[in-house]
């Protein structure tokens, strides 16, 4: 089964970017996580919709 959630280390590597960086991200909402009781997880979904943005900020330079 694919794992829907990640938790911030694993997003972060997966972006290739440190763990502070997506902190900064999460903050700012530039890309989603939710929380599961003190656990703060991140959708493989907000990292799809955070790619698909910046690419499509990209093209549009």
């Not at 900064?24 to 890309?31: N, Y």
């Not at 599961?36 to 093209?59: C, F, M, N, Q």
């Amino acid at each position: 089964m694919t794992r829907l959630l990640l938790t911030v280390p694993e997003a972060a590597q997966v972006l290739a970017i440190s763990r502070s960086k997506l902190y900064q991200l999460l903050a700012s909402g530039a890309v989603g996580s939710i929380r599961i009781d003190g656990s703060r997880r991140v959708p493989v979904t907000a990292l799809t919709d955070y790619i698909t943005h910046l690419t499509r900020k990209e093209a549009a330079v």
